[in-house]
């Protein structure tokens, strides 16, 4: 049986990495101690925050940079866990608004105004409650990358200068150096008033975002941003390099607003990694509750095996149909929004030409008549 749950899990998508460091990953599979939900957790995050992170093909899953993992075990109040250092992995705790299990809605029943779900014990449906955790992070990732689209880098104080800045740095990678908000003169007024338009309504997709803290997010940028100047300034190489996956890449940086060569390659790599730490705890609690089925027969709330399987996989075959969807339309954008500021610089070029032919026009229209009859009199 934990052969064909994890079969189910990891044949359903294609495997994007040859993984090495697969050896360090090992799962403890007796009994959770006390029996409790809340042993098992400990035994995942135990695991894969003491493994290698798995490395190949330009994909990096690392636990100590998923923020799934982060915020399940983050959660987990236990010795043997606060010596894995989890605070000290590329993610912080400034990066999230929402950290607590009450706070990201797990919850099921409340018993004298307890939430038996906070802390975790046997009485948490972890069927329903980890697929949100996961759909909750993959949605505000969304929403945190969208405006890297329009060229958003980093917090500013939204002053027209500054928002000037983003937009150049976007047309100057887009159009070859091309600045469309100029300094002193722009040679595309409308279209750096339509980019500037663009960038005023970021605020209204960063309202989306519920788990992740949108300032600690773009501090994070601001401040690598800084250090990466402050390293070229010194002439030094680039610490934040974005454009080669190794075990050192930044997953979370990079991902959201690091990368400038290939934003969505390294976004693709974010997201994935959270699936594949989804799946593995997807892989291990189902094959844990089969083994032992006393964790579930205990339990006051979820008592059967089938239910929990039939909703974890549902959820699951909803949530990764989502994220591809998610996907292709975030490529589509990419890759279209760029020939719309194209085109609109195009059309700029064209009514300027086109002034600038009508100034001439009238005198190359009567050329013809006054050299034909260059020796009349005037």
């Known amino acids: 049986m934990v052969t064909c749950v994890a079969c189910l899990f990891f044949s359903c998508t294609k495997t994007f990495a040859y993984f090495q460091g697969v050896s360090t ?58 010596a894995l ?49 996961f759909n909750g992070i993959i949605n505000d990732y969304v929403n945190m990358k969208q405006p890297n689209l329009y060229g958003f880098i980093a917090e500013f104080d939204w002053d027209d200068e500054q928002m000037k800045d983003q937009i150049n740095i976007f047309s100057s990678w887009y159009f070859d150096g091309v600045q469309i908000c100029g300094k002193n003169e722009t040679r595309y007024p409308k279209t750096c008033k339509m980019m500037q338009w663009y960038m005023k309504n970021v ?99 979820m008592t059967d095996y089938n239910y929990i ?7 699951y075959m909803w949530s990764k149909d989502a994220l591809s969807l998610s996907l292709r339309m975030m490529s589509d954008m990419y890759m279209a929004f760029p020939f719309h500021v194209g085109f609109s610089m195009y059309q700029e070029d064209l009514d300027g030409f086109g002034k600038a032919v009508a100034r001439i026009a009238p005198p190359i229209y009567t050329l013809y008549d006054k050299l034909r009859n260059v020796q009349k009199p005037q």
Not at 248 to 273: E, H, M, P
């Open 203 to 301: 605020h209204n997709i960063f309202s989306d975002v519920k788990i992740l803290s949108v300032t600690g997010v773009l501090a994070m940028s601001q401040t690598k941003n800084d250090q990466r100047n402050k390293a070229n300034e010194a002439k030094k190489p680039d610490p934040f390099s974005c454009n080669s996956t190794t075990i050192t890449t930044d997953i979370f940086y990079c991902g959201l607003y690091g990368d400038q060569v290939a934003k969505l390659t390294s976004f693709v790599n974010l997201a994935y990694n959270e699936l594949f730490y989804y799946r593995l705890f997807m892989w291990y609690y189902l094959s844990m509750i089969q083994k032992h089925r006393s964790l579930i027969s205990e339990n006051t709330f």
């Open 85 to 133: 250092s989890l605070s000290s992995s590329a993610l912080s705790s400034t990066y999230f608004k929402r950290k607590t299990f009450a706070d990201l809605w797990f919850t099921d029943i409340t018993v004298d105004d307890i939430d038996l779900c906070d802390p975790l014990s046997n009485d948490c449906d972890l069927s329903v409650n980890i697929p949100n955790l």
């Open 25 to 82: 990953l090992k799962f403890e599979t007796d009994k959770p101690e006390g029996g409790k939900i809340n042993n098992l957790l400990v035994n995942y995050c135990t695991a894969v925050l003491n493994s290698s992170a798995f490395t190949g093909n330009n994909f990096l899953y690392d636990a100590k940079q998923s923020a799934f993992v982060y915020l399940l075990c983050s959660n987990i109040n236990d010795n043997a866990l606060s």
């Open 309 to 315: 399987l039939k909703t974890f996989s549902t959820q």
